[in-house]
T-cell receptor, first 107, second 113 residues
Framework: GQQLNQSPQSMFIQEGEDVSMNCTSS?????WLWYKQDPGEGPVLLIALYKAGELTSNGRLTAQFGITRKDSFLNISASIPSDVGIYFCAGQRKLVFGKGTKLTVNP | NAGVTQTPKFQVLKTGQSMTLQCAQD?????MYWYRQDPGMGLRLIYY???????DKGEVPNGYNVSRLNKREFSLRLESAAPSQTSVYFC????????????FGSGTRLTVV
């Protein structure tokens, strides 16, 4: 089956730092999605990417759809405590999820 | 504006017991999904229903059955629960299976002892 490799698995950062995480696959996807999951909640869509090379921003979040269509990156600038959570990448179809990046922000 | 509603939120079962997890969406979405989330494993697809009247196996279907009761509701059944099925279960829906993101419920935390 399709596999997504997401890294890093966890991050401990200081408030105000920038964050980068990425997702790679052996398969090509037509859509890449980034989700955030808060404790005790279901994942919530942050950004959706539909074209190779596409760079999309949502506030302090920026995500890119890799040229090869086999990878994607998510950047968070100037992190704040409410950024804490688990971030998942997902490739379309019937969403295949990465294993998640657990982000901890120290105030 | 409820979105995707899952019940129950928490459940403890004894090995061998059966139960049904309920999911309903009010967004008129065609496709619905059941995922399980285990530590370090991300979300893995159990079953999905691309449209009313159809269901298909996902990555980890063994030990589960599903029913797409109507367009709104998609239930997941454990006929004989096993400790390996201890997990957090998420239901999701989307307007079309192959485009756009999914909307997730808030999860059902199931413990099998």
């Amino acid at each position: 089956g399709q596999q997504l490799n997401q890294s890093p698995q966890s991050m401990f950062i200081q408030e105000g730092e920038d964050v980068s995480m990425n997702c790679t696959s052996s398969s090509i996807f037509n859509t890449w999605l980034w989700y955030k999951q808060d404790p005790g909640e279901g994942p919530v869509l942050l950004i959706a990417l539909y074209k190779a090379g596409e760079l999309t921003s949502n506030g302090r979040l920026t995500a890119q759809f890799g040229i090869t269509r086999k990878d994607s990156f998510l950047n968070i600038s100037a992190s704040i405590p409410s950024d804490v959570g688990i971030y998942f990448c997902a490739g379309q179809r019937k969403l295949v999820f990465g294993k998640g990046t657990k982000l901890t922000v120290n105030p | 504006n409820a979105g995707v509603t899952q019940t129950p939120k928490f459940q403890v079962l004894k090995t061998g017991q059966s139960m049904t997890l309920q999911c309903a969406q009010d967004m008129n979405h065609n496709s619905m999904y059941w995922y399980r989330q285990d530590p370090g494993m991300g979300l893995r697809l159990i079953y999905y229903s691309a449209s009313e009247g159809t269901t298909d196996k996902g990555e980890v279907p063994n030990g589960y059955n599903v029913s797409r009761l109507n367009k709104r509701e998609f239930s997941l059944r454990l006929e004989s629960a096993a400790p390996s099925q201890t997990s957090v279960y998420f239901c999701a829906s989307s307007s079309s299976g192959d485009s756009g993101g999914y909307t997730f419920g808030s999860g059902t935390r199931l413990t099998v002892v």
